[in-house]
């Protein structure tokens, strides 16, 4: 399967708990994006990363949240201190190079967070 | 007023009925508009891109009216495999890669 790759499919933490989201890009993919989607409401964009860099971390709560795309290995979303609120399913989505042309993203399965 | 809206729905149709779904969005200067659509509990996937000339692949049409920020996306012949949930997707001035989404409608096809 050459799509994105998420992992785990299903989490399940308690209160105060760290979460950690991967997510592999689709091959050939440079550019990896985050998106929540809490229950009955749309994707919300979190972060926008590239290889070692956060290009755009607007959507990302203040606190507990951090994002890596490192040199070598997958995206990791992680989510400290994990609260009630934080229970959504998490969406990586990645695309090719930017440029001035529409690049689309294609999404990974998600990865449902539950907290207990 | 929400950046992205789109008809709250739900849709219930027959099969072979024709279906439109219309969305409008808040920022003039939004760049580039997609239909997407999710099927329960799974991923968003591509259906669409939304170009200024309208665009047709199949039984789905979509257009866009930027003047009325207004976009659209047409089902003829359903299907029950287009059962799921249509997003309208933007993305705003500044950012081609913000993607935008509205809540999304969710279309049953019935035998």
């Known amino acids: 399967n050459a799509g994105v790759m998420q992992n785990p499919r299903h989490l399940v933490r308690r209160r105060g708990q760290e979460a950690r989201l991967r997510c592999s890009p689709m091959?050939?993919?440079?550019?990896v994006y985050w998106y929540r989607q809490l229950p009955e409401e749309g994707l919300k964009f979190m972060v926008y990363?590239?290889?070692?860099?956060?290009?755009?971390e607007s959507g990302m709560p203040k606190e507990r949240f951090s994002a890596e795309f490192p040199k070598e290995g997958p995206s990791i979303l992680r989510i400290q201190q994990v609260v009630r609120g934080d229970s959504a399913a998490y969406f990586c989505?990645?695309?090719?190079?930017?440029?001035?042309?529409?690049?689309?993203?294609?999404f990974g399965d998600g990865t449902r967070l539950s907290i207990l | 007023r929400k950046e992205v809206e789109q008809d709250p729905g739900p849709f219930n149709v027959p099969e072979g009925a024709t279906v439109a779904f219309n969305c409008t969005y808040s920022?003039?200067?939004?760049?580039?508009f997609f239909w997407y659509r999710q099927d329960c509990r799974k991923e968003p996937k591509l259906l669409m891109s939304?170009?200024?000339s309208g665009n047709e692949d199949g039984r789905f049409t979509a257009q866009l009216n930027r003047a009325s920020q207004y976009i659209s996306l047409l089902i003829r012949d359903s299907k029950l495999s287009d059962s799921a949930t249509y997003l309208c997707?933007?993305?705003?001035?500044?950012?081609?890669?913000?993607?935008?989404f509205g809540k999304g409608t969710l279309l049953t096809v019935n035998p």
């Open positions: 939304v170009y200024s």
């Open positions: 920022n003039s200067a939004s760049q580039s």
């Open positions: 091959k050939g993919h440079s550019h």
């Open positions: 990363l590239q290889k070692e860099n956060i290009i755009d």
């Open positions: 997707v933007v993305t705003p001035g500044g950012s081609n890669y913000k993607l935008t």
């Open positions: 989505a990645s695309s090719l190079e930017l440029d001035r042309s529409n690049q689309p993203q294609h």
